[in-house]
């Protein structure tokens, strides 16, 4: 299974981050409406989050109402990522970043060190996003192009990922589970349909958790 998402890649904010909005209630008094930022969002999150670990499992059966979960460590991925009090998403050491005016990434590059035996200078994988609209974006890089459709919470309905020159295509759906009390997915379920070109489609599943911790 291969996507491009924006989940599974560091990515930071350069701008000066979003405040909430300033609403009044019914009798006039000024009150914060959701707190969210251009990075919460891409990360399906909202409120003053401090940090996200996200727990993957890979080998899931579902068992009627139930999902069996294999727990080893070779079939799970754990990946926290982190941000600041204004919901700017705080960088890892070798990211290179590219925004558009509206502080939007638009460019991702890993510049992490090769190894040097192996080969010289530096990584350079990049990821390209176009913003098509708040609820979909456009992702290409890494030989492959993909489409990722969000709600209007932000959480990722699905994605559809197309190679560039060949190969398997996949679309994933996901389905949520449980949230937690800030509105924040903690549980999600996704189907994964798999199709080499001219073969029959494949159909597995991953298990998602998350564990948000926020600023007081």
């Not at 970043?97 to 090769?114: S, T």
Request: proline share 5%; aromatic share 10%.
């Amino acid at each position: 299974m291969k996507l491009i998402p924006s989940i599974l890649i560091t990515l930071s904010i350069a701008t000066a981050g979003c405040s909430a909005p300033v609403v009044a209630d019914e009798e006039g008094e000024a009150v914060n409406a959701r707190f969210e930022s251009a990075d919460l969002s891409l990360f399906e999150l909202h409120g003053r989050v401090k940090s996200a670990t996200k727990t993957t499992f890979y080998k899931v059966t579902p068992s009627g109402d139930s999902l069996a979960i294999d727990t080893i460590a070779a079939n799970r991925l754990v990946t926290t990522i982190y941000f600041d009090t204004l919901g700017n998403y705080v960088p890892r050491r070798y990211e290179r970043l590219k925004r558009d005016n509206e502080g939007r990434i638009v460019r991702w590059e890993d510049r992490k060190p090769n190894l040097g035996k192996l080969h010289g200078g530096f990584l350079k994988d990049t990821l390209g996003y176009e913003h098509v609209s708040p609820n979909v974006v456009k992702s290409d890089g890494m030989s492959d192009f993909a489409i990722t459709v969000y709600d209007d919470n932000h959480n990722i309905v699905g994605q559809y990922t197309d190679p560039i020159v060949g190969g398997e295509q996949t679309a994933c759906f996901n389905v949520y589970r449980e949230f937690d009390p800030k509105g924040n997915w903690i549980k999600r379920f996704s189907v994964w349909t798999t199709q080499q070109p001219g073969g029959k489609p494949h159909i597995s599943y991953t298990a998602e958790e998350r564990e948000i911790k926020y600023y007081r």
